[in-house]
């Protein structure tokens, strides 16, 4: 089981180019999450899905999309990039339903540099 | 949610116990505390969570205060692999609510 994969594992990108970052989980988890951690700070939360087919804002979504168009993957799109979204950025999971504890998995990350 | 109150860093020597701290004085009644840790390089990844009364697994133990406005994190016996920022984070019980991470305690561990 390969859990949460993220791709790219690193981008170095020009300002005002379009990224997508990709987000795939195989544990039929309900629920995904994109955060992003700058240097020294914890992480903030972008954007949030509880099921698919649903998406809501986090702490920072300005300037990101997202979409869940199934289970499985949760792209986050930067529609123009900016240096200020120089991040390392992390996809995380959960399965919210039942009695299971929720624990979020999260993934390796895509460390992006925007110039 | 409630906020947590942890401290920037904290130092261990290897194979020794550590007790990381956490203050959740505005904790609800029905708030879980929850611990994640991030090893470098890493994405965060689960630890122990609790509600009031002790927890142990594998990894660590969670101790909570009676008046649950503090706990701590228990890692018996320090190892180099430990070394990692720790995330004292609350939860509301539905676990339906994506976690808020604070800046985490930085833990060096020293051989």
């Known amino acids: 089981i390969a859990g949460i994969t993220q791709a790219p594992t690193s981008q170095i990108l020009a300002a005002g180019r379009r990224m997508t970052l990709r987000c795939t989980q195989d544990m039929r988890h309900n629920a995904m999450y994109w955060y992003r951690q700058d240097l020294g700070l914890g992480l903030r939360l972008i954007h949030y899905?509880?099921?698919?087919?649903?998406?809501g804002k986090g702490e920072v979504p300005d300037g990101y999309s997202v979409s869940r168009a199934n289970t499985d993957d949760f792209p986050l799109t930067l529609a123009s990039a900016v240096p200020s979204q120089t991040s390392v950025y992390f996809c995380a999971s959960s399965d919210t339903g039942g009695w299971t504890y929720n624990e979020q998995f999260f993934g390796p990350g895509t460390r992006l540099t925007v110039l | 949610d409630a906020k947590t109150t942890q401290p920037n860093s904290m130092e261990s020597n290897e194979e020794e116990p550590v007790h990381l701290p956490c203050n959740h004085s505005t904790i609800s009644g029905t708030d879980y505390i929850h611990w994640y840790r991030q090893l470098p390089s890493q994405g965060p990844e689960y630890v122990i969570h609790g509600l009031t009364s002790n927890v142990n697994n594998r990894m660590a133990s969670l101790a909570i205060a009676e008046d649950r406005k503090s706990s701590t994190l228990i890692l018996h016996r320090a190892t180099l692999r430990d070394a990692a920022v720790y995330y004292c984070i609350l939860r509301d019980p539905s676990g339906n609510t994506p976690l808020v991470f604070g800046k985490g305690t930085r833990l060096s561990v020293i051989a």
């Open positions: 899905s509880n099921t698919a087919g649903t998406t």
